[in-house]
C-alpha cells in the first residue's frame, strides 16, 4: 500500500525442484505482469501447487531463478538474492486449500498478521476491523476462529491477506473443499482484489472457476508449463494436445 | 483395612487442623515443587520449541537425549546436585545444600526435560500444521515459537501438569540435597519416608493421601483455567 | 479475550510461590549443620533436646539425619559441621584422618536382637554380652531369617563385628536365611516385621518404633552402643561456624543436657544413658 515501486514483475526462469532425487518440476519458465489474473491450471499432480509455494518463497528451487521485479530502478531488490526475496515475500500473500488459523479471535487472527508485518499495535484494531469489514465478518470479529464455518474461515483467511496490503496474493485451491455459495463469496473477494490493484496467481483444477477469474492461464502438466497463453485463447483454442483433451474433461495422467 | 481406616483419620485430622508444621510442609512441597516447575517451564518451553523448529547436525541424538533424561531417577539428579553443592565440590562456596533452593533446582533438573520433550513434541505437531502459514506471513523465529507457544497453550497446560506431578511426588532428589530438615527442608514426600522409618505407616499414610489431595485440588484448579479457556476458543473442526 | 487472563493468572499464581521462596542464609549467620543417625533422631532424642538447647545456647542447629557412614562422609566433605554417630572404630579413624578436631563421648544405649515372639532359633533365653555370639551362632545353624542393613552404618558395622566375634561370615554361608537391605533402621525393621525375621537394632529406634508385627526383643543387651560428638575440622573448612559449633558440643556434653539424656523416656523406658552418668 505504501510501496511506491512494484515487485513485478515476476521472472521466473528454467525452474526444476526435486525431492529425494524425484524431479516434480521440469524447467519452467514464464514471467507475470503486473494487473492481470493468472491462473494455474492442470490436473491433481501438475505441479500447480509447488510451483506456487517456490514463486512465494515456501520452497527452495533445486535450480533456475525466481526474480522479482527485475525493472525496479531503486535497487533495492538487486543485491543478495535471498534478501531480495525476503523483502518481495513481504508485499506478498498466500491463501491456502486448508486455512491455517490460530487458536484466536477471527479478529486476533488479523491483527496477529499485522503484528508480524510489524505494523504499529495502535494501528492494528483499526485495519483488522476494516479488514474484516471488507470480507462480511465484521459481526464475526470476537468469535474464535476456529468455530467459524468453512466459508468463513476461509474468508478470514482473504481478510487476514487483505489487512496486509499485499502487492500478489497468491491463491492454491482456495475454494477445492467449499460448497458452491461459499465458492461465490471467494471469487466474489478474488474480484476486489484485482479491481484493488492486486495481482492474483492462483492455481484451481476447475474449468468453471478458471474461466470465471482468468485472464492468463499457465497450463501445467506432469510437472511441466506446456502453455503460457490469454484466457480467452486458451479456452477457444488451445495449443497442446494435452490442454485440449484437459478442456474436454479427459482427464489425462 | 484398619491401617487404612486410620490413615484416612490421620489425614483428615492433619488437614483440618491447620497444625503449624504441617502446614509449613505444605506450604514449602508447593514452593519447591511450583518453583521448580516454573523455572522449568522458562527454560523447557523456548527449548523445546527451538528444538522442534531448528535443523542442525545431531539434532536427532539431541531429541533422543532429551526423551531419555525423562526417565532421570530423582535419586541420581540428586547425587550429581549434591556433589556440586557439597562444600567440597565446585558450588560448595554458596552454602546451597541443605536449603530449598538446592532442593529447588534438583527438581528443576528433574523437570526441564519433560517440559521441553513434551513441547518440542506439540510444537513439532502444531509447525506440521502452521509452518507454511506462518512463514507465508513473514514470522522470525521467535515470532514463530510465541505463536506456536501460545496456540499450543491447552496442551502446554497437561505438560505442566505432568512436570509439577513428578516434582510434587519424586522424594529421592529431595532426600538427598534436602536433608529432610525439620521445619527447614521437610516436605511431604520425605516426611512421608520419615514416618515410614519409624514405622508409623498409618501417619505416613495418612501424609500420602494428603500429598494425593494436594496433587488432585492443583490439577483441579488448572483444569478449570483451562477448561474455561478452552470451551470460549476449543476448535471446532469442519472440512 | 477470556482466555489469555485467566492463563496469565495461572502463570502469576507460579510466580508468587517462586518469589516467595526464601534466599539463602547468608555466610556467616547460618544455622549449625549436625549430621547425626536415624536411631538419634527417629528416638525423638533431639526433640526432647530442643527447646532446652534453644533456651540455653539460643543456637538454631538443622540436622539431617543419615547412617553413621554417610554423616562422617558430610563431616569428610564440610557439609556438616559437627557430626553425632555411633560407631567408635570408625570415629577414631575420622579423628586420626585429620577430620575432625575434637571428640567427645555423649551417651550409650543399647544393641538388641529382634526376632519373632514365637523364638524359632529358641535365643530368648539368652540375653546381656554374652548371649549374642551364641545367639546369632544358632540363628546361622536354624538357618532362620535375619536382616542386616548392608548399609555400613554403625549398626551394620556393630553386627558385622558380633558375627565376628560368634566366629561366623553370614555372607561366606550358602543359603538365603541373610539378607542385606541396604537401608536405614526404619526400612530394615519394617522388613524384618513383614518377614518375621531376626535383626540387630538399637533402643533407641526399637523403643520408639511403631510397626512391630510379631517382632519382640529376644536377646537384650546384646552389645553396648556409644555415641561420639565430633566436630569437623574448622581449619580444613573455613565456613565452618567453629564457635558455634564448640558451643553446642559444650551444652551437649555439659550437666544439662547430660541430665536430659538421662530424663529421657518412651514409654516409660530410658534408652539412653548419659556419658557423665557412666564415668562418676
Given at each position: 500500500?505504501?510501496?511506491?515501486?512494484?515487485?513485478?514483475?515476476?521472472?521466473?526462469?528454467?525452474?526444476?525442484?526435486?525431492?529425494?532425487?524425484?524431479?516434480?518440476?521440469?524447467?519452467?519458465?514464464f514471467r507475470l505482469s503486473i494487473g492481470s489474473r493468472t491462473v494455474l491450471l492442470g490436473p491433481n499432480g501438475a505441479g500447480k501447487s509447488l510451483t506456487l509455494r517456490l514463486c512465494h518463497g515456501l520452497l527452495t528451487p533445486t535450480m533456475g531463478a525466481i526474480r522479482w521485479g527485475s525493472q525496479i530502478s531503486d535497487g533495492k531488490?538487486?543485491?543478495?538474492?535471498?534478501?531480495?526475496?525476503?523483502?518481495?515475500?513481504?508485499?506478498?500473500?498466500?491463501?491456502?486449500?486448508?486455512?491455517?488459523?490460530?487458536?484466536?479471535?477471527?479478529?486476533?487472527?488479523?491483527?496477529?498478521?499485522?503484528?508480524?508485518?510489524?505494523?504499529?499495535?495502535?494501528?492494528?484494531?483499526?485495519?483488522?476491523?476494516?479488514?474484516?469489514?471488507?470480507?462480511?465478518?465484521?459481526?464475526?470479529?470476537?468469535?474464535?476462529?476456529?468455530?467459524?464455518?468453512?466459508?468463513?474461515?476461509?474468508?478470514?483467511?482473504?481478510?487476514?491477506?487483505?489487512?496486509?496490503?499485499?502487492?500478489?496474493?497468491?491463491?492454491?485451491?482456495?475454494?477445492?473443499?467449499?460448497?458452491?455459495?461459499?465458492?461465490?463469496?471467494?471469487?466474489?473477494?478474488?474480484?476486489?482484489?484485482?479491481?484493488?490493484?492486486?495481482?492474483?496467481?492462483?492455481?484451481?483444477?476447475?474449468?468453471?472457476?478458471?474461466?470465471?477469474?482468468?485472464?492468463?492461464?499457465?497450463?501445467?502438466?506432469?510437472?511441466?508449463?506446456?502453455?503460457?497463453?490469454?484466457?480467452?485463447?486458451?479456452?477457444?483454442?488451445?495449443?497442446?494436445?494435452?490442454?485440449?483433451?484437459?478442456?474436454?474433461?479427459?482427464?489425462?495422467? | 483395612m484398619g491401617e487404612f481406616g486410620q490413615a484416612l483419620m490421620n489425614a483428615a485430622t492433619l488437614i483440618v487442623s491447620f497444625d503449624g508444621d504441617f502446614l509449613g510442609i505444605v506450604g514449602l512441597s508447593l514452593r519447591v515443587s511450583l518453583s521448580a516447575v516454573l523455572i522449568a517451564c522458562i527454560i523447557g518451553f523456548p527449548l523445546g520449541a527451538l528444538l522442534a523448529l531448528s535443523r542442525f547436525p545431531g539434532r536427532g541424538a539431541a531429541v533422543a537425549v532429551l526423551n531419555a533424561l525423562m526417565g532421570l531417577p530423582p535419586v541420581v539428579v540428586g547425587l550429581i546436585v549434591f556433589l556440586l553443592l557439597s562444600r567440597a565440590g565446585p558450588f560448595g562456596v554458596?552454602?546451597?545444600?541443605?536449603?530449598?533452593?538446592?532442593?529447588?533446582?534438583?527438581?528443576?533438573?528433574?523437570?526441564?526435560?519433560?517440559?521441553?520433550?513434551?513441547?518440542?513434541?506439540?510444537?513439532?505437531?502444531?509447525?506440521?500444521?502452521?509452518?507454511?502459514q506462518l512463514r507465508s506471513l513473514g514470522a522470525t523465529r521467535a515470532d514463530?515459537?510465541?505463536?506456536?507457544?501460545?496456540?499450543?497453550?491447552?496442551?502446554?497446560?497437561?505438560?505442566?501438569?505432568?512436570g509439577f506431578g513428578r516434582a510434587i511426588a519424586e522424594v529421592g532428589a529431595v532426600m538427598?540435597?534436602?536433608?529432610?530438615?525439620?521445619?527447614?527442608?521437610?516436605?511431604?514426600?520425605?516426611?512421608?519416608?520419615?514416618?515410614?522409618?519409624?514405622?508409623?505407616?498409618?501417619m505416613a499414610l495418612g501424609l500420602g493421601i494428603v500429598l494425593l489431595v494436594l496433587a488432585l485440588a492443583v490439577n483441579g484448579v488448572s483444569q478449570a483455567i483451562a477448561a474455561g479457556a478452552s470451551r470460549a476458543s476449543q476448535q471446532a473442526v469442519r472440512a | 479475550m477470556v482466555a489469555p487472563r485467566r492463563q496469565l493468572g495461572w502463570l502469576v499464581f507460579l510466580a508468587v510461590f517462586a518469589l516467595a521462596t526464601p534466599a539463602p542464609p547468608a555466610y556467616g549467620e547460618r544455622a549449625l549443620i549436625l549430621a547425626t543417625t536415624t536411631s538419634v533422631d527417629n528416638s525423638g532424642l533431639l526433640d526432647h533436646l530442643r527447646p532446652q538447647l534453644a533456651a540455653q545456647t539460643g543456637l538454631e542447629v538443622h540436622v539431617v539425619v543419615r547412617g553413621t557412614g554417610a554423616a562422617l562422609r558430610l563431616g569428610v566433605s564440610g557439609d556438616a559441621d559437627v557430626v553425632f554417630v555411633h560407631d567408635r572404630a570408625a570415629e577414631d579413624a575420622f579423628m586420626a584422618a585429620g577430620h575432625g578436631v575434637l571428640r567427645r563421648d555423649v551417651m550409650t544405649s543399647d544393641?538388641?536382637?529382634?526376632?519373632?515372639?514365637?523364638?524359632?532359633?529358641?535365643?530368648?533365653?539368652?540375653?546381656?554380652?554374652?548371649?549374642?555370639?551364641p545367639a546369632l551362632r544358632r540363628i546361622a545353624e536354624t538357618e532362620t531369617l535375619f536382616v542386616s542393613r548392608g548399609d555400613s552404618s554403625g549398626t551394620h558395622n556393630a553386627e558385622l563385628a558380633l558375627w565376628r566375634s560368634a566366629g561366623i561370615d553370614p555372607r561366606a554361608l550358602a543359603g538365603s536365611w541373610y539378607r542385606e537391605t541396604g537401608s536405614g533402621m526404619g526400612a530394615t525393621l519394617n522388613i524384618a516385621a513383614a518377614l518375621d525375621a531376626h535383626l540387630l537394632t538399637e533402643s533407641g529406634t526399637w523403643t520408639k518404633f511403631a510397626n512391630r508385627g510379631a517382632l519382640t526383643v529376644l536377646v537384650a543387651n546384646a552389645l553396648a552402643n556409644p555415641y561420639g560428638v565430633m566436630l569437623v575440622n574448622p581449619a580444613r573448612h573455613p565456613h565452618i561456624p567453629e564457635a558455634d559449633a564448640r558451643k553446642f558440643i559444650d551444652w551437649l556434653t555439659g550437666a544439662d543436657a547430660q541430665r536430659a539424656i538421662d530424663e529421657f523416656t518412651i514409654d516409660g523406658q530410658h534408652p539412653f544413658r548419659s556419658a557423665a552418668a557412666a564415668s562418676p
Open positions: 500500500m505504501t510501496a511506491p515501486s512494484t515487485i513485478l514483475p515476476l521472472e521466473v526462469t528454467d525452474l526444476v525442484y526435486e525431492i529425494d532425487g524425484k524431479r516434480l518440476l521440469h524447467d519452467i519458465s531488490m538487486s543485491g543478495e538474492p535471498a534478501g531480495a526475496l525476503a523483502r518481495a515475500q513481504r508485499h506478498q500473500a498466500m491463501v491456502f486449500q486448508r486455512p491455517v488459523l490460530l487458536r484466536r479471535s477471527a479478529r486476533g487472527n488479523v491483527e496477529h498478521a499485522l503484528k508480524l508485518r510489524r505494523v504499529a499495535r495502535a494501528q492494528r484494531r483499526a485495519r483488522a476491523d476494516l479488514a474484516l469489514a471488507q470480507t462480511g465478518l465484521a459481526a464475526l470479529g470476537d468469535q474464535p476462529a476456529r468455530t467459524l464455518s468453512g466459508g468463513e474461515q476461509q474468508r478470514l483467511a482473504l481478510a487476514r491477506a487483505w489487512a496486509t496490503s499485499p502487492q500478489v496474493l497468491f491463491l492454491d485451491e482456495p475454494t477445492a473443499n467449499l460448497d458452491p455459495a461459499a465458492t461465490r463469496a471467494v471469487e466474489t473477494l478474488i474480484d476486489g482484489f484485482h479491481a484493488a490493484g492486486t495481482k492474483i496467481v492462483m492455481t484451481t483444477h476447475d474449468l468453471g472457476q478458471a474461466q470465471r477469474i482468468a485472464d492468463e492461464i499457465l497450463f501445467l502438466h506432469n510437472g511441466r508449463l506446456l502453455e503460457q497463453t490469454p484466457a480467452d485463447q486458451f479456452f477457444t483454442a488451445p495449443q497442446t494436445r494435452a490442454a485440449q483433451a484437459f478442456i474436454k474433461g479427459e482427464l489425462l495422467w | 554458596l552454602g546451597l545444600l541443605f536449603t530449598p533452593t538446592a532442593m529447588i533446582i534438583a527438581q528443576t533438573i528433574l523437570v526441564t526435560p519433560i517440559i521441553a520433550a513434551l513441547t518440542r513434541q506439540t510444537v513439532t505437531d502444531l509447525w506440521a500444521e502452521y509452518g507454511e514463530t515459537i510465541a505463536t506456536l507457544l501460545w496456540d499450543g497453550r491447552f496442551s502446554l497446560t497437561t505438560i505442566v501438569l505432568a538427598i540435597v534436602g536433608g529432610n530438615i525439620d521445619n527447614v527442608t521437610r516436605v511431604m514426600t520425605t516426611a512421608i519416608a520419615l514416618e515410614t522409618s519409624k514405622g508409623d505407616l498409618e | 544393641f538388641l536382637i529382634v526376632g519373632p515372639r514365637s523364638d524359632p532359633a529358641n535365643i530368648a533365653q539368652l540375653t546381656g554380652p554374652t548371649g549374642a555370639a
